[in-house]
């Protein structure tokens, strides 16, 4: 049954005002708190360990806690309306479910779990990921407790997946030598990260519920349940080649361009996989995403108009890929000197 905000009792509030998050200063954690205080509609809370020596944007109030004593996690989460979670893959693993149970007892109705990824309703390709099973679990447990989920469907992050060596989208940019999954022809849809970072304070930005039967307005209650479905570009591996070609000057006879066939990598790579080796998990993941036949597309799906988010220039966001390439490596160098 429909439910509109003037039926609510009172008190109710029909904005998110409280948000509270978790992996503030990473990799997405980033973009997602930098475009919610852009909105400034939204008070936010970073859940920090006390260690942590990660510097966050001014207008971020910090919570230390400790996922060894559930009560700092209630105290932190207590108040809030939504929970972020952003983890970084080498979280321990029961630190998503100590989140959810932890924002059940502070009485937050609603968290986008950590599952920054593809088309959640493409079963296939979630299993053969291993990913599925995991973000299925992580969905059913918050719905057992309780509350509602929205998760973020935006295929992979276009500029850290260019940066990230020969597993990802192939490009080893220290020896300018590029490997092409079969004919680099498939077709995936991919996001930046601040574009990532724009959808969530978009959606966290709209009304709760509509007004009354009459409101035919987007609000969160339409995406209770469901992924929000966000794209950057469409393109194949031989389009994102053609863009490092015209952002570094270079031709394609300066580089080295290698086949190999897509399901061929994603066998060794999770051959790898189940012998303990996890080098192989981003082998088999992005290997995956580019099988012709059932390629991480989820374009046609994309939500970015009814969200208002702005189209992007690809030219661009393959510098902000080589610039994090070249970070990469003065830090490297800064280390070893």
């Known amino acids: 049954m429909p439910r509109y905000a003037k039926d609510q009792p009172a008190g109710f509030t029909n904005t998110i005002e409280r948000v509270a998050i978790v992996g503030a200063g990473g990799t997405i954690g980033t973009h997602i708190t930098t475009a919610l205080l852009a909105t400034g509609l939204h008070t936010i809370t970073a859940l920090t360990r ?13 919570a230390p806690v400790d996922y060894t004593d559930e009560s700092t996690l209630i105290a932190a ?26 924002a059940a007892k502070a009485g937050i ?36 407790l309780g509350m509602q ?22 490009f080893d940019f220290a020896r300018r030598r590029v490997t092409m999954y079969d004919e680099g022809r498939s077709v995936i849809s991919t996001t930046t990260l601040k574009q990532v970072g724009r959808a969530v304070a978009r959606v966290l930005s709209l009304k709760v519920l509509p007004e009354d039967e009459f409101d035919g307005g987007l609000a969160l209650e339409g995406f209770l349940g469901k992924g929000v479905y966000v794209r ?22 300066e580089w080295v361009v290698v086949k190999e066939e897509s399901k061929m990598r994603y066998r060794d790579g999770l051959a790898l996989v189940k012998r303990g080796n996890m080098a192989g998990f981003s082998k088999l993941l992005y290997a995956r995403a580019f099988w012709p036949e059932d390629s991480a597309d989820l374009s046609g799906k994309a939500q970015n108009e009814v969200l208002g988010l702005p189209e992007e220039e690809l030219d661009e966001a393959t510098r902000a890929g080589i610039e994090l390439v ?7 160098e800064r280390m070893a000197a």
């Not at 989920?149 to 192939?170: D, I, K, N, P």
């Not at 570009?233 to 394609?252: C, H, I, N, P, Y």
């Open 232 to 253: 950057s570009f469409v393109l194949t591996q031989r389009d994102m080649f053609e863009s490092v070609l015209r952002v570094s000057g270079t031709r394609e006879s």
């Open 109 to 144: 109705p609603y968290i986008m779990p950590n599952s920054y990824a593809g088309d959640i309703d493409n079963v296939k390709l979630n299993e053969d990921t291993l990913l599925g099973p995991v973000a299925q679990a992580q969905r059913a447990e918050i719905e057992a």
């Open 149 to 170: 989920w929205v998760a973020l469907c935006c295929g992979f992050w276009y500029e850290y997946s260019l940066a990230g060596g020969e597993t990802r989208f192939g």
């Open 326 to 332: 070249e970070e990469l490596q003065l830090r490297v």
């Open 77 to 102: 989460l207590q108040g809030h309306q939504f929970l972020i979670i952003t983890l970084a893959p080498t979280a321990p693993r029961d630190t998503h479910s100590k989140l959810v149970h932890a």
């Open 50 to 62: 006390p260690t942590s020596t990660t510097k966050l944007p001014p207008g971020i109030h910090i």
